[in-house]
C-alpha cells in the first residue's frame, strides 16, 4: 500500500510530464534483421538504436550465446570474485585487451556499470574530477558516487577546463572525465588538447568510447584512433551494448589498474558476472569486428557522408561528426510531431526531450547504422521533408493521404511463428547440439575443449594474482552493501584454471557457419553467416 503523501507525489509528477509533454512509455517492438523494427504490423527501418555496425542481429552471436548456454548453462551464479569468474569471462577480459591494445581489461554488467566502478574506485574525497557539461548520466553518476569535488566545464571548452584545473587544488588526485563521441549531439574531444592538460596537471584522463568503440578508427579503437593518439589513452571504458551488439560493459586498462580495481571496485566486487552466455557472445562480436569491422566501417561512413549531404541539401542542419547526427528542432512537441510523421514514413526516429537534452532543445537523434542500405537513406532525408510539410502546416494533404494507409498499431501477442526476425527454434537445436558436443558428440565449437594453454602464465593475466580464495561467502558478496563490511584487502582473484583455453586472436576463433541448415527465407541475417 502506497502512502497518501507518495501517492500526491506520483500523481503530481505523471501531471507534470503529461503538460511539459515529456511523458515517455516504453514501446514494444519485434527486433529484425537489416536495420529494421515491426511495431504491430508495420516494418520501420530503425534510425534510433545504437547497433551501428548491424551486429545485435547476427546470428553468429546469438550461436555463440546458445554453444556457451549447452556447456555451461546460464547463468554465472555469484559474483566475479566468488564463482562467478569462467574461463569464458577470462578470455574475454583478454579479447577486449587484445581489441582496445590496452595490457589488460575488465568486464562490468554493463557500460553504466564500467563507469560507476571505475571512477568511484578511483577517486575520493579529497579528490577533483573534471567532467565535460554534456557526459552520459553514468559518467555524473560515477562522479557523484566516487564523493569527490565535481568540477563540470562547458561542452568541449577546454579553455574553461584549463582554468578549472589552474585553480583547483594540487593536494588531492585531478581526474578528467569525458565522453568521447558524444552520445546525443554526436560531436567528439580533440584528444591532443586533452592529453596535454592531463599531462600539464597531473590529471588522469579517462575516455568513455561506448559509441565510437568498433565504429571509429583503422582497428575500431574509437576517436583517440582517428585523433591518432590511441596509445598515449591508458583508460577506456566502453559498452558491448552498441556497435558490439550485445551487452554488458569493460574498462580497458593497464594490468596495475585492473588489479587495483579488482581488489577496490565496490560495483564489480558486489555484483554478480555477467551470464556465461553473454561473455561468449561478446567474444564473437569482438571476434567479427575484428575479421569484418574495417569493410563495415566504411559502409557505414558511405552511408552517413550521403545522409548528410542529403539533409543538408534538403535544408537541415545536420549536426554531429559520425553515425550520430541530431536535427535540433526545440520545442519537445515540435520533436514529438516530427518523429510521429516520420514514423508514419516507416522510419523510426525516437525524440529527445528534456532531461536527456536541455529544455527547449529537443531533437531528433537519428543513428545510422551499417545495416541500412543506400535506399534506406532516401527515403529518410524524403520522410523529412514530408515531416516539415506536416509540423509546418505545408503540404498536409499529401501527408494525410498516407496517414490514411497507416496499418493499425496494435500489440499483438508474440508468438514464434510470427516471428520473422531470429529464428528460436534454431537456437534451440543448436543448444540441443552443444550438450551433445559435451556428450561426445562430434562437431568441434568455438567452446568445444581446447587444448591445454601452455605451462606458463596468459599474456594478459592480472600481474601479481593471489591463489588463494577468499574467506567470504558468495551470500555476504551478494547481499552486503555495508562499508563496514567491505573489506577490499580480503578480495582477491580465484586462482585461474590451469587449462585455461588461450586468449581469443583473430586467427584461432572459428566461425561455425552453418547457413547450410538455414532453410531460404528463413531469415535475411544468413546471408552474412
Ligand atoms: C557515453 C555512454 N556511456 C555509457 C553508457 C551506458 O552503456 P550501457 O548501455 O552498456 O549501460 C551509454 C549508454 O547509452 C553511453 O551513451
Known amino acids: ?60 552471436i546469438a550461436e555463440a550465446a546458445a554453444r556457451a548456454a549447452g556447456r555451461y548453462g546460464w547463468g554465472a551464479g555469484g559474483s566475479r570474485l566468488v564463482t562467478g569468474t569462467s574461463v569464458v569471462h577470462h578470455e574475454l577480459e583478454g579479447a577486449v585487451a587484445k581489441f582496445r591494445g590496452t595490457e589488460a581489461a575488465l568486464v562490468f554488467g554493463s557500460g553504466y556499470h564500467a563507469n560507476l566502478g571505475l571512477v568511484s574506485a578511483l577517486a575520493g574525497a579529497g579528490d577533483t574530477l573534471f567532467s565535460d557539461a554534456l557526459n552520459h548520466a553514468s559518467i555524473i553518476a560515477a562522479c557523484r558516487l566516487s564523493g569527490g569535488d565535481v568540477r563540470v566545464y562547458k561542452h568541449r571548452d577546454y579553455d574553461e577546463l584549463e582554468r578549472l584545473l589552474s585553480g583547483s587544488s594540487a593536494k588531492g588526485k585531478r581526474l578528467i572525465i569525458t565522453d568521447s563521441l558524444f552520445s546525443i549531439e554526436g560531436d567528439s574531444i580533440d584528444c591532443a588538447r586533452l592529453l596535454k592538460l592531463s599531462e600539464r596537471f597531473e590529471a588522469l584522463l579517462v575516455l568513455d568510447d561506448a559509441h565510437a568503440n568498433a565504429v571509429l578508427g583503422k582497428r575500431g579503437r574509437g576517436v583517440a584512433e582517428v585523433q591518432n593518439v590511441s596509445a598515449r589513452i591508458d583508460l577506456v571504458t566502453a559498452s558491448f551494448s552498441k556497435a558490439l551488439g550485445s551487452f554488458g560493459g569493460f574498462v580497458a586498462c593497464s594490468r596495475e589498474v585492473r588489479d587495483f580495481l579488482v581488489n577496490s571496485s565496490r560495483p564489480f566486487i558486489f555484483s554478480s558476472a555477467m551470464p556465461i552466455t553473454l561473455a561468449a557472445a561478446n567474444i564473437e562480436a569482438l571476434r567479427i569486428v575484428a575479421a569484418e569491422g574495417e569493410n563495415l566501417r566504411q559502409k557505414l561512413a558511405g552511408l552517413v557522408r550521403t545522409l548528410r549531404t542529403k539533409l543538408q541539401a534538403a535544408g537541415f542542419e545536420a549536426k554531429g561528426e559520425h553515425q550520430i547526427i541530431p536535427i535540433v528542432v526545440g520545442d519537445e512537441q515540435k520533436a514529438l510531431a516530427y518523429s510521429e510523421a516520420l514514423e508514419n514514413q516507416g522510419m523510426l526516429v525516437h525524440p529527445m526531450r528534456f532531461p536527456t537534452v536541455p529544455r527547449g532543445q529537443a531533437m531528433l537523434r537519428v543513428s545510422v547504422s551499417a545495416a541500412h542500405t543506400d535506399d534506406d537513406i532516401y527515403r529518410l532525408v524524403n520522410a523529412f521533408k514530408i515531416a516539415r510539410d506536416k509540423v509546418t502546416g505545408k503540404g498536409t494533404g499529401k501527408v494525410a493521404r498516407r496517414e490514411a494507409k497507416r496499418p493499425d498499431e496494435t500489440i499483438e501477442v508474440l508468438d514464434d511463428s510470427t516471428m520473422t526476425g531470429l529464428n528460436f527454434s534454431e537456437v534451440q537445436a543448436l543448444m540441443a547440439e552443444a550438450m551433445s558436443v559435451e556428450a561426445g558428440g562430434d562437431e568441434p565449437t568455438d567452446l568445444a575443449p581446447k587444448p591445454a594453454a601452455p605451462a606458463e602464465a596468459p599474456e594478459l593475466a592480472p600481474s601479481g594474482t593471489a591463489t588463494i580464495v577468499k574467506p567470504e561467502s558468495e551470500a555476504q558478496a551478494d547481499a552486503t552493501t555495508s562499508a563496514e563490511t567491505l573489506h577490499p584487502e580480503l578480495a582477491v582473484e580465484p586462482e ?13 576463433a572459428k566461425t561455425v557457419r552453418r547457413t547450410q541448415r538455414v532453410k531460404k527465407g528463413q531469415t535475411r541475417i544468413h546471408k552474412k553467416v
Open 1 to 60: 500500500m502506497i502512502p497518501q503523501r507518495w501517492q500526491e507525489f506520483l500523481n503530481e509528477q505523471r501531471r507534470q510530464r503529461t503538460e511539459q509533454n515529456l511523458a515517455r512509455k516504453i514501446r514494444i517492438l519485434r527486433h529484425q534483421p537489416a536495420g529494421r523494427v515491426l511495431l504491430g504490423s508495420q516494418e520501420l527501418v530503425n534510425f534510433s538504436s545504437n547497433d551501428y555496425l548491424g551486429l545485435a542481429s547476427d546470428l553468429r
Open 496 to 508: 585461474l584454471p590451469k587449462e585455461d583455453p588461450p586468449l581469443a586472436s583473430d586467427g584461432d
